[in-house]
């Protein structure tokens, strides 16, 4: 019997540094195009990050959420809300990581208001001492997958012109959002002018079990996975439609942590998961959730949600832990921002492949001037 070490262990023993300030700064940046869900439109990004200041060193953090729940239940007020008046409470310095984990368990939910600590707190650690996020971690470094999500396009044409530009720049595999009356010609439209491209697609929620007939379309297009096609809620029917179709179902807004995974594992409602570190709680549960993945021959990746360039390298760090075995949603910054608040901005490789940012914590800059330029709310907690 092999005894398999916790992929955590590590991190789980950290002790936490005592904090001098933290504050929560919401920035403000114009997409460079609109971002079309079957949910909703995004037009910006306004993103919540978290400033810790410990001894003189800075670590920023990112959440997730948008200022709306229309893709998760989280939003940056509920963020700020649950970050402010009960984690942040809990955190006290020379408690152990796994310590503070086993407290915000006492938090229902919130993973991307727990995931904004943690992964701060994270950061702040690697800061301190002169080491890369990954290399506290425990992980090489490595060249990550690229990959693209591709939203709602006006006409094919706009949508064959992205895809033609995500080909050009050797993205590991494209991802399309796709919805009701969007889909099954789009598809194909696609695949026929890219009949060898790692395409996927994402439904975010859309359709429902009385849809399988026109999902089982789908089918015929050699799609790597089709994404959240039922409820964002739902496990048990995905069951039943992975049953029903050949191609993969990967979930996505379903999965909170690593209890849900094992349900969907064990239903066989997926053969693929979307690791958001957000959604998920943060880097420690997404470490563990791709481990237990590997250990079942379900793959995983990571998942993107438009961040900025510190929610980005975040990404990219964990791209580096076992069991990410597929392309993420880590696109080039250009592919959001005209300018990000980070430097420098990911930018892919001539093979399409990223490089992990070098040097301590995530190994981008936080540069001031852009925070002020973009700042929209500035609160200081402590
Ligand atoms: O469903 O994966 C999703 C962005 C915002 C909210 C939900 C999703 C997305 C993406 C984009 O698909 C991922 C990215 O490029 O960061
Ligand atoms: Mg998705």
Redesign the pocket.
């Known amino acids: 019997m092999t005894i398999v070490q916790s992929p955590t262990a590590a991190l789980e023993g950290l002790l936490l540094p005592k904090l001098d300030h933290v504050d929560l700064v919401t920035v403000k940046l114009q997409f460079v195009a609109p ?1 079309g ?1 079957s949910v909703y439109t995004w037009t910006h990004k306004e993103a919540m990050l978290m400033r810790l200041e410990s001894d003189g060193v800075t670590a920023w953090s990112e959440c997730v959420s948008d200022p709306d729940p229309f ?1 998760f239940y989280e939003t940056n007020g509920t963020a700020r809300h649950i970050i402010k008046d009960f984690l942040l409470p809990l955190v006290e310095p020379g408690i152990a990581l796994g310590e503070l984990e086993e407290r915000f368990r006492h938090v229902r939910g919130h993973g991307m208001a727990k995931a904004t600590v943690e992964n701060g707190l994270l950061i702040l650690i690697a800061l301190q001492k002169g080491q890369p996020l990954h290399e506290l971690m425990g992980r090489p470094a490595k060249r990550i997958m690229s990959g693209i ?1 591709i939203g709602l396009k006006e006409s094919p044409a706009e949508l064959l012109a992205a895809v033609e530009h995500a080909v050009a720049k050797k993205y590991g595999r494209v ?1 399309m959002k796709v919805k009701k009356g969007q889909d099954v010609e789009w598809v194909r439209a696609v695949r026929e002018h890219f009949p060898d491209l790692r395409l996927m697609v ?1 439904a ?1 929620g859309d359709y429902s079990l009385s849809d399988t007939a026109l999902l089982k379309r789908l089918d015929d297009f050699g799609l790597m996975m089709i ?2 096609p039922l409820s964002y809620s739902d496990i048990y029917e995905h069951s039943i439609l992975q049953k029903e179709m050949r191609t993969a179902i990967c979930l ?1 807004e379903s999965i909170h942590g690593l209890a849900d995974v094992a349900t969907a594992v064990a239903l066989g409602a997926c053969r693929i998961i ?1 690791i958001k570190q957000g959604r998920v709680g943060g880097l420690m549960e997404s470490m563990r959730i791709a481990a237990y993945c590997a250990g079942r021959g379900i793959d995983a990746w990571s ?5 900025t360039g510190i929610g980005r390298a975040v990404n990219l760090h964990l791209q580096t832990a076992a069991g990410f075995t597929l392309p993420g ?1 880590t ?1 080039e910054t250009s592919n959001y921002f005209d300018e990000d608040i980070a430097d420098p901005p990911v930018i892919l490789a001539p093979d399409g492949s990223i490089d992990i940012p070098g040097g301590p914590g995530l190994g981008v800059r936080v540069v001031a001037d852009r925070i002020l330029k973009r700042a929209i709310g500035w609160e200081r907690l402590c």
């Open positions: 971002f869900t893709y999500s991802k994402d975010n994404e959240q996505d979307n998942g993107g949600m438009d961040e949603d696109s």
